[in-house]
């Protein structure tokens, strides 16, 4: 059974009939889902991930202090923060072969009652999900990744909804300065600094040059489907799964795991011309930039000048880079 089943069963098992008989007027103030870090967050987990920090357990997701009714008082203040805690603590301590944490994992608990202000400032800066430039070009694409998988059960507020639906694409402009800035990196790491590097003798240095230009290949491809590139040790597995170019993941592994020697070289040179290529196709046909070339560089600007606002446009092009 994958987490977020595992975590649908328990709450519809043991979390709803706890708010409905003993929290009825707190209920429908409640966001119950699970959400965040993890790989069963995404659907990724399995046997080998479940050795730590694997539990049933789910999320309620409650309005900050500050949030109140028609009567001034919060909705959920904190002596019913307390007292939900409390009953979710109380909850069985093993569900379908499966035990639940007695401590909290490193980083703090993932699962219990958690003030939406509290997770918001945790996942992306904004205890009210509301980023600014700087914050959209800044935060890791994983970290967005986070903040909007998973699943919602029950979300009668639709506060905490409303604010996934908000991060869930990139406003368009951030996403062309980001496409233009990985095209860039493209250029330099892989027809540009791979071969340069190799004429030296540093197969090291080769073999860091193809990792850049693999990693912001991925972030293209990623961009390019309107998708946030989670964390790195799922993005090959989400990669084969995104909507835009899901074919570059096998070229795209082939280049970091074979060797630099004499007679892998030009098979790497190869498959680094083929998907820039691609990249360049699909961004033609995306309506991302009007010229056709398989130049990276040259594309790049033509997408950075696409970017509507001035102030952003005429950042370095290299802005939004991880």
């Not at 869930?168 to 990985?182: L, N």
């Not at 070339?293 to 939004?320: C, F, H, Q, S």
């Amino acid at each position: 059974m994958k987490g977020l089943e595992l975590a649908r069963a328990f709450y519809d098992e043991y979390g709803a009939p706890m708010l409905e008989e003993r929290f009825p007027e707190l209920a429908p103030y409640i966001c119950a889902g699970l959400v965040g870090s993890g790989s069963e967050c995404y659907g990724y987990d399995d046997e080998v991930s479940r050795d730590h920090d694997f539990e049933p357990g789910f999320c309620l997701f409650i309005p900050d202090e500050n949030i109140t009714g028609e009567d001034g008082n919060p909705l959920i203040d904190s002596r019913a923060e307390f007292r939900l805690s409390r009953a979710y603590a109380s909850l069985p301590k093993e569900y379908l072969g499966f035990g639940r944490n007695l401590i909290n994992p490193v980083g703090g608990s993932r699962h219990g009652v958690i003030r939406m202000g509290d997770f918001w400032k945790k996942a992306v800066g904004a205890p009210d999900g509301v980023l600014d430039v700087r914050s959209w070009l800044s935060l890791p694409e994983y970290a967005l990744a986070e903040a909007i998988n998973g699943e919602i059960f029950r979300d009668d507020l639709g506060m905490f909804s409303a604010i996934r639906r908000g991060l869930r694409r990139y406003p368009e402009d951030i996403r062309k300065k980001k496409i233009a800035g990985y095209l860039l990196i493209m250029e330099q790491s892989g027809e540009y600094n791979y071969p340069r590097t190799l004429s030296h003798g540093e197969t090291g240095a080769a073999q860091l040059a193809v990792y850049e230009f693999v990693k912001a290949s991925m972030h293209v491809a990623f961009l390019l489907g309107g998708e946030y590139m989670p964390y790195y040790k799922w993005a090959f597995r989400a990669l084969k799964d995104t909507k835009v170019l899901p074919a570059l993941a096998k070229p795209l592994e082939e280049l970091l795991s074979t060797p630099n020697d004499e007679s892998s070289v030009r098979e790497k040179k190869d498959l680094i011309s083929h998907v820039s290529s691609v990249v360049a196709k699909t961004i033609l046909l995306c309506g991302i930039a009007d010229i056709e070339t398989d130049n990276l560089e040259r594309l790049a600007y033509a997408v950075n000048d696409r970017v509507k606002d001035p102030t952003l446009r005429t950042m370095n092009i290299l802005a939004g880079v991880e």
